[in-house]
């Protein structure tokens, strides 16, 4: 018997604000959604979320998958990816969630990696049919059962989903929900290789307060979300984020610029969640500064060795906070000053808001012996990147530390005190909201044969963006997309036009 719960689950946590105000807009879809999925978009309250939810859940139960058992979850940023993650939840599942522009390759790897039983994907995104990508990829994978889609046209062998607003569920037959087990696995491409990260619902939850204080977001905000759910950060910065407020959660597939906009201003958004590069370009252009609601913009740095050179935030009434990613280890979070000027970031614990007391810490900045910036605290998994252990070394693995190490190089300065992140781990390429190894770079061009060439450029907006070379370069984009690569290897390899 599981004693009392030393927090309660997202799930748990949905299900408090559902019970308060079920008649409140809980998800809105995004409005090209028709454009981007061929599905009409939806809004739903908090009791129509719910009965979705459950709905849901029941369908995963009746298809036999047991408790704690993982299931891959490729969706677009649409209400059918909070729903299923919900229901996944309480179900008793564990989601592992793939980035969107994963194709076979990446997904039949990461599938094997967690051994998931099932696989829910949408039937088609912006023209690509994943529907397709998912079946392949389940074919490839011993462990997959059960391959489930959104969306009409599904290929035979795929059962359908649908939002069940109205059907009648026997909620005694659900789990019994623990915040203490894993709820999350997304993916890392590290120095060491390739890793799946698992987190419970504390880490989550922890990671999602640490955005959420700082930030100083208000309760029942309306918040519009732009982020690919593809990440932990990405999760916690919106999803988790909307279930400590207890509001809305608008949903933006990323990025178009026009749509966010019109978002912004129809559904009066408050909150905005978006990459950090996008916000501060919108915000010189005078974008934001016309939205009349708006008051707070959460900007996510994939790239954090960035933000220290930033432009400044302007004075256009709304509250600008920098969150730090570093891939999947963590996050921490640091409201702009005055001026406009990045916060100044200290080594030791932080805490969100910096006035709270000691025992509200959120996490703490490590810097290392090797001139690197490390993390722990309670959003941190510090056991997924342990190293191995070998028979000989179990009497060592007493002494390992109890941070993570990100690899992002960094040091102290001298004048302020604070800590300056120069540059990113060697070896890994951050594309966007994706990193690449740089031998499997090379690896892939080598394939390709002798004369083809596939690098990283850096790019401000991005990170990297990736460039190829090859003696007939449509031919090598078709031997890619063959391999299952994911799009920004295989137009890496596009034609540019010669300019005088």
Not at 42 to 50: C, E, K, N, S
Request: net charge negative.
């Amino acid at each position: 018997m599981l004693q009392n719960n030393p927090s309660p689950t997202l799930d748990e946590l949905f299900d408090r604000i559902r019970a308060r105000q079920p008649d409140q807009p809980a998800l809105i879809d995004p409005p090209d959604k028709l454009r981007v999925t061929g599905q009409p978009p939806r809004r739903l309250t908090f009791a129509q979320a719910d009965r979705a939810v459950s709905a849901l859940a029941a369908h995963f139960i009746d298809a036999g998958l047991p408790a704690n058992s993982v299931i891959a979850v490729q969706l677009p940023n649409t209400i059918e990816l909070v729903l299923t993650v919900l229901a996944a939840y309480r179900a008793g599942l564990i989601v592992a969630l793939l980035p969107q522009l994963w194709r076979q390759a990446e997904l039949t790897v990461a599938i094997n990696r967690t051994g998931a039983r099932a696989i829910v994907a949408m039937g088609n995104i912006d023209g690509v049919d994943h529907a397709d990508l998912a079946m392949n990829a389940a074919a490839e994978v011993f462990s997959v059962r059960h391959v489930c889609g959104f969306g009409s046209n599904l290929p035979e062998g795929m059962v359908p989903l649908e939002i069940a607003i109205d059907r009648k569920i026997d909620n005694s037959r659900l789990a019994v929900q623990d915040s203490r087990r894993a709820a999350l696995v997304t993916f890392e491409a590290s120095g060491s290789g390739f890793l799946a990260v698992p987190r419970t619902h504390v880490n989550l939850i922890a990671a999602g307060l640490a955005v959420f204080l700082e930030s100083e977001l208000p309760q029942s905000a309306t918040i519009l979300s732009a982020l690919a759910p593809s990440s932990f950060a990405g999760l916690t910065s919106s999803f988790v984020m909307w279930l400590l407020s207890g509001g809305t959660l608008a949903l933006h597939h990323p990025f178009d610029e026009d749509v966010l906009a019109q978002q912004i201003e129809t559904e009066r958004c408050d909150t905005l969640v978006t990459p950090a590069p996008l916000a501060l370009r919108m915000a010189e252009a005078g974008v934001l500064s016309s939205m009349p609601s708006l008051r707070h913009v959460v900007g996510l740095w994939r790239v954090p060795e960035q933000v220290g050179s930033s432009a400044l935030w302007p004075d256009n009434g709304c509250q600008m906070t920098d969150v730090y990613l570093f891939g999947e280890v963590g996050l921490f979070a640091a409201r702009r000053a005055e001026d406009g000027s990045p916060a100044p970031i200290m080594p030791g614990p932080y805490r969100a808001p910096p006035q709270v007391p000691i025992s509200s810490t959120a996490g703490e900045i490590v810097l290392t012996p090797n001139g690197t910036l490390g993390l722990r605290g309670p959003m941190v998994p510090i056991a997924a990147y342990a190293p191995s252990e070998r028979p000989s070394d179990a009497l060592g693995s007493l002494s390992q530390p109890d941070f993570v190490d990100t690899g992002y190089a960094a040091r102290i300065d001298r004048a302020t005190g604070a800590i300056a992140i120069t540059a990113p781990p060697a070896g890994v390429m951050a594309v966007g909201g994706y990193r690449f190894l740089e031998p499997d770079l090379q690896e892939w061009a080598r394939r390709l044969g002798p004369s083809a060439m596939l690098t990283a450029l850096p790019d401000r907006l991005s990170g990297h963006r990736l460039a190829g070379r090859a003696s007939d370069n449509t031919r090598a984009r078709e031997a890619l997309t063959e391999l299952g690569l994911n799009p920004l290897m295989v137009e890496a390899f596009r034609d540019r036009r010669v300019t005088d």
